[in-house]
Protein backbone atom coordinates (compact mmCIF):
# COMPACT_ATOMS: atom_id res chain seq x y z
CA UNK A 1 0.00 0.00 0.00
CA UNK A 2 2.76 2.89 1.04
CA UNK A 3 4.44 1.75 -2.41
CA UNK A 4 1.74 2.49 -4.39
CA UNK A 5 1.23 5.59 -2.43
CA UNK A 6 4.68 6.43 -3.30
CA UNK A 7 4.19 5.74 -7.00
CA UNK A 8 0.87 7.74 -7.06
CA UNK A 9 3.20 10.50 -5.53
CA UNK A 10 5.44 10.21 -8.12
CA UNK A 11 3.46 10.55 -11.17
CA UNK A 12 1.68 13.24 -9.44
CA UNK A 13 4.98 15.78 -9.12
CA UNK A 14 6.32 14.41 -12.52
CA UNK A 15 2.82 15.94 -14.10
CA UNK A 16 2.71 19.30 -11.95
CA UNK A 17 6.75 19.47 -13.44
CA UNK A 18 6.31 19.17 -16.95
CA UNK A 19 4.20 22.29 -17.57
CA UNK A 20 6.50 24.35 -15.51
CA UNK A 21 9.03 22.79 -17.16
CA UNK A 22 7.17 23.88 -20.61
CA UNK A 23 6.93 27.70 -19.82
CA UNK A 24 10.59 28.17 -19.82
CA UNK A 25 12.44 29.45 -22.76
CA UNK A 26 15.49 31.81 -23.76
CA UNK A 27 15.73 34.40 -26.33
CA UNK A 28 18.96 36.16 -28.13
CA UNK A 29 18.70 39.07 -28.53
CA UNK A 30 20.24 41.66 -30.30
CA UNK A 31 22.12 44.33 -28.25
CA UNK A 32 20.33 47.22 -29.47
CA UNK A 33 17.15 45.70 -27.55
CA UNK A 34 18.95 46.04 -24.35
CA UNK A 35 17.36 48.93 -22.93
CA UNK A 36 13.92 48.52 -24.66
CA UNK A 37 13.34 44.20 -24.35
CA UNK A 38 14.24 44.83 -20.54
CA UNK A 39 11.41 47.44 -20.04
CA UNK A 40 8.79 45.03 -22.51
CA UNK A 41 9.61 41.58 -20.12
CA UNK A 42 9.17 43.32 -17.26
CA UNK A 43 5.28 44.06 -18.29
CA UNK A 44 5.41 40.20 -19.74
CA UNK A 45 6.46 39.16 -16.73
CA UNK A 46 3.63 40.54 -14.62
CA UNK A 47 1.01 39.37 -17.36
CA UNK A 48 2.78 35.91 -17.57
CA UNK A 49 4.31 34.78 -13.86
CA UNK A 50 4.40 31.73 -14.51
CA UNK A 51 6.41 31.53 -17.88
CA UNK A 52 10.38 31.59 -16.98
CA UNK A 53 12.78 33.33 -19.35
CA UNK A 54 16.46 34.85 -19.35
CA UNK A 55 17.37 37.24 -22.34
CA UNK A 56 20.87 37.06 -23.80
CA UNK A 57 22.26 40.38 -25.82
CA UNK A 58 25.14 39.96 -28.07
CA UNK A 59 25.74 40.94 -31.97
CA UNK A 60 23.28 39.36 -34.55
CA UNK A 61 26.30 37.52 -36.92
CA UNK A 62 27.71 35.73 -33.96
CA UNK A 63 24.04 34.37 -32.36
CA UNK A 64 22.99 33.10 -35.80
CA UNK A 65 26.21 31.27 -35.55
CA UNK A 66 25.46 29.79 -32.51
CA UNK A 67 22.33 29.29 -33.62
CA UNK A 68 23.49 26.72 -35.47
CA UNK A 69 26.38 25.25 -33.62
CA UNK A 70 23.29 24.51 -31.15
CA UNK A 71 22.96 26.77 -28.81
CA UNK A 72 19.64 26.52 -26.73
CA UNK A 73 17.92 29.63 -27.91
CA UNK A 74 14.52 29.61 -28.54
CA UNK A 75 13.50 33.19 -30.20
CA UNK A 76 16.17 35.38 -32.04
CA UNK A 77 15.39 39.02 -32.02
CA UNK A 78 18.00 40.21 -35.39
CA UNK A 79 19.76 43.75 -35.79
CA UNK A 80 19.23 42.36 -39.20
CA UNK A 81 16.49 40.60 -41.39
CA UNK A 82 18.94 39.14 -43.35
CA UNK A 83 20.44 36.24 -40.21
CA UNK A 84 16.88 35.37 -39.58
CA UNK A 85 16.61 34.45 -43.43
CA UNK A 86 20.15 32.92 -43.45
CA UNK A 87 18.76 30.84 -40.28
CA UNK A 88 15.31 29.67 -41.95
CA UNK A 89 17.11 28.61 -45.41
CA UNK A 90 19.00 26.34 -43.34
CA UNK A 91 16.70 24.84 -41.59
CA UNK A 92 16.91 25.95 -38.11
CA UNK A 93 13.70 28.32 -37.95
CA UNK A 94 9.54 27.00 -36.67
CA UNK A 95 8.24 30.50 -38.39
CA UNK A 96 8.94 32.53 -40.66
CA UNK A 97 11.11 35.52 -40.12
CA UNK A 98 8.84 38.30 -39.15
CA UNK A 99 10.06 42.59 -38.80
CA UNK A 100 9.45 43.95 -35.67
CA UNK A 101 11.01 46.94 -36.22
CA UNK A 102 13.50 49.60 -38.21
CA UNK A 103 16.21 50.61 -36.36
CA UNK A 104 18.28 54.12 -36.28
CA UNK A 105 21.95 55.08 -36.06
CA UNK A 106 23.27 58.27 -34.28
CA UNK A 107 26.67 59.84 -33.78
CA UNK A 108 27.27 60.26 -29.73
CA UNK A 109 29.46 61.08 -27.20
CA UNK A 110 29.46 61.62 -23.42
CA UNK A 111 32.41 64.12 -23.68
CA UNK A 112 31.90 66.15 -26.93
CA UNK A 113 28.74 67.89 -28.01
CA UNK A 114 27.36 65.29 -31.01
CA UNK A 115 24.26 67.30 -31.97
CA UNK A 116 27.24 69.80 -33.12
CA UNK A 117 29.13 66.78 -35.78
CA UNK A 118 28.55 65.93 -38.82
CA UNK A 119 30.00 62.76 -41.17
CA UNK A 120 32.57 65.43 -42.92
CA UNK A 121 33.91 66.52 -39.32
CA UNK A 122 34.95 62.87 -38.42
CA UNK A 123 37.87 63.39 -40.55
CA UNK A 124 39.48 66.55 -39.86
CA UNK A 125 38.27 67.37 -35.96
CA UNK A 126 40.99 67.34 -33.57
CA UNK A 127 38.94 66.48 -30.33
CA UNK A 128 37.78 63.35 -32.31
CA UNK A 129 41.03 60.54 -32.08
CA UNK A 130 39.36 57.34 -32.02
CA UNK A 131 36.00 56.44 -33.48
CA UNK A 132 33.88 53.29 -32.56
CA UNK A 133 31.90 51.40 -34.45
CA UNK A 134 30.43 47.88 -34.03
CA UNK A 135 32.24 45.51 -36.23
CA UNK A 136 30.67 45.36 -39.78
CA UNK A 137 31.57 41.32 -40.68
CA UNK A 138 28.77 40.67 -37.72
CA UNK A 139 27.14 43.65 -36.36
CA UNK A 140 24.06 45.22 -38.33
CA UNK A 141 24.85 48.92 -36.93
CA UNK A 142 28.27 48.91 -37.88
CA UNK A 143 28.14 47.54 -41.03
CA UNK A 144 25.27 50.76 -41.52
CA UNK A 145 27.53 53.04 -39.77
CA UNK A 146 30.32 51.86 -42.46
CA UNK A 147 28.19 52.09 -45.18
CA UNK A 148 26.81 55.38 -44.02
CA UNK A 149 30.38 56.63 -43.61
CA UNK A 150 31.20 55.47 -47.32
CA UNK A 151 28.36 57.64 -48.84
CA UNK A 152 29.45 60.37 -46.94
CA UNK A 153 32.91 59.81 -48.39
CA UNK A 154 35.02 59.28 -44.98
CA UNK A 155 35.32 55.83 -44.76
CA UNK A 156 39.03 55.47 -46.22
CA UNK A 157 39.85 58.82 -44.09
CA UNK A 158 38.93 57.58 -40.46
CA UNK A 159 40.37 54.14 -41.17
CA UNK A 160 43.15 54.73 -38.51
CA UNK A 161 40.77 56.55 -35.62
CA UNK A 162 38.20 53.70 -35.68
CA UNK A 163 37.81 51.18 -32.73
CA UNK A 164 35.59 48.14 -33.07
CA UNK A 165 33.08 46.83 -30.77
CA UNK A 166 32.30 43.19 -30.54
CA UNK A 167 28.19 44.72 -30.81
CA UNK A 168 26.55 47.77 -30.47
CA UNK A 169 26.37 47.86 -26.47
CA UNK A 170 30.08 47.09 -26.42
CA UNK A 171 30.79 50.09 -28.56
CA UNK A 172 28.60 52.65 -26.45
CA UNK A 173 30.53 51.11 -23.37
CA UNK A 174 33.88 52.42 -25.30
CA UNK A 175 32.86 55.69 -25.53
CA UNK A 176 31.24 55.92 -21.97
CA UNK A 177 34.87 54.47 -20.83
CA UNK A 178 36.97 57.07 -23.03
CA UNK A 179 38.52 54.58 -25.21
CA UNK A 180 36.86 56.65 -28.23
CA UNK A 181 35.75 60.04 -28.31
CA UNK A 182 32.80 59.51 -30.32
CA UNK A 183 30.95 56.26 -31.80
CA UNK A 184 28.19 55.09 -33.81
CA UNK A 185 25.56 53.90 -31.75
CA UNK A 186 21.95 52.32 -32.30
CA UNK A 187 18.92 55.46 -31.08
CA UNK A 188 17.57 52.86 -28.91
CA UNK A 189 20.74 53.12 -26.36
CA UNK A 190 21.20 56.94 -26.75
CA UNK A 191 17.68 57.32 -25.78
CA UNK A 192 18.17 55.27 -22.52
CA UNK A 193 18.06 58.07 -19.89
CA UNK A 194 21.45 57.38 -18.27
CA UNK A 195 22.73 58.06 -21.97
CA UNK A 196 20.30 60.78 -22.95
CA UNK A 197 22.12 63.28 -20.81
CA UNK A 198 24.18 63.11 -23.70
CA UNK A 199 22.89 65.08 -27.14
CA UNK A 200 23.38 63.09 -30.32
CA UNK A 201 23.45 63.28 -34.08
CA UNK A 202 20.86 61.06 -35.96
CA UNK A 203 22.24 59.83 -39.01
CA UNK A 204 20.47 60.70 -42.29
CA UNK A 205 18.70 56.97 -42.74
CA UNK A 206 19.37 57.70 -46.78
CA UNK A 207 22.93 57.04 -46.46
CA UNK A 208 22.56 53.46 -45.33
CA UNK A 209 20.98 50.08 -46.51
CA UNK A 210 17.55 50.33 -43.79
CA UNK A 211 17.69 48.15 -40.55
CA UNK A 212 15.10 46.06 -40.88
CA UNK A 213 14.88 44.15 -37.60
CA UNK A 214 13.24 40.88 -37.36
CA UNK A 215 12.37 37.74 -34.87
CA UNK A 216 12.09 33.97 -35.65
CA UNK A 217 11.31 31.30 -33.42
CA UNK A 218 13.86 28.46 -33.67
CA UNK A 219 13.14 24.61 -34.38
CA UNK A 220 14.33 24.09 -31.00
CA UNK A 221 11.23 25.72 -29.82
CA UNK A 222 8.81 24.33 -32.20
CA UNK A 223 6.39 23.05 -29.48
CA UNK A 224 6.99 25.70 -27.00
CA UNK A 225 4.07 27.20 -26.09
CA UNK A 226 4.99 30.18 -23.96
CA UNK A 227 8.10 31.35 -26.75
CA UNK A 228 5.50 31.30 -29.14
CA UNK A 229 2.91 33.91 -26.85
CA UNK A 230 6.21 35.93 -26.06
CA UNK A 231 7.35 36.23 -29.66
CA UNK A 232 3.30 37.47 -30.72
CA UNK A 233 3.69 39.69 -27.49
CA UNK A 234 6.26 42.00 -29.47
CA UNK A 235 3.16 43.06 -31.87
CA UNK A 236 0.91 44.38 -29.07
CA UNK A 237 0.38 48.20 -28.48
CA UNK A 238 2.25 47.71 -25.13
CA UNK A 239 5.44 46.52 -27.03
CA UNK A 240 5.40 49.05 -30.09
CA UNK A 241 5.15 51.95 -27.59
CA UNK A 242 7.73 51.09 -25.63
CA UNK A 243 9.75 50.40 -28.71
CA UNK A 244 9.20 53.81 -29.94
CA UNK A 245 10.09 55.54 -27.34
CA UNK A 246 13.48 54.11 -27.62
CA UNK A 247 13.83 55.36 -31.30
CA UNK A 248 12.62 52.42 -33.22
CA UNK A 249 9.64 52.60 -35.84
CA UNK A 250 6.92 50.15 -35.96
CA UNK A 251 6.24 49.64 -39.97
CA UNK A 252 2.43 50.07 -40.36
CA UNK A 253 2.04 51.69 -36.85
CA UNK A 254 0.99 55.97 -36.56
CA UNK A 255 3.28 56.72 -34.02
CA UNK A 256 1.11 59.66 -33.36
CA UNK A 257 -2.16 57.69 -32.57
Not at 29 to 43: K, T
Not at 82 to 87: C, D, G, S
Not at 166 to 184: C, D, L, P, R, Y
Not at 241 to 251: D, Q, S
Request: aromatic share 10%; net charge negative; proline share 5%.
Amino acid sequence: MLRRFLLVLVILLVALALPAHAQKFTIAAAADLRFALEDIAEIYREQHPDHAFEIIYGSSGKMTTQIMNGAPYDIFFSADIAFPERLQAAGFTATDPEVYAIGRIVIWSNTLDASELRLEDLPTDPRIRRIAIAQPSHAPYGLRAQEAMESAGVWEAVQRRLVFGENIAHTAQMVESGAANVGFIALSLARFPAMARHPYSLIDATLHEPLTQAYIVTKRAENNEAARIFARFMETDAAHEIMERYGFVIPGRDANR
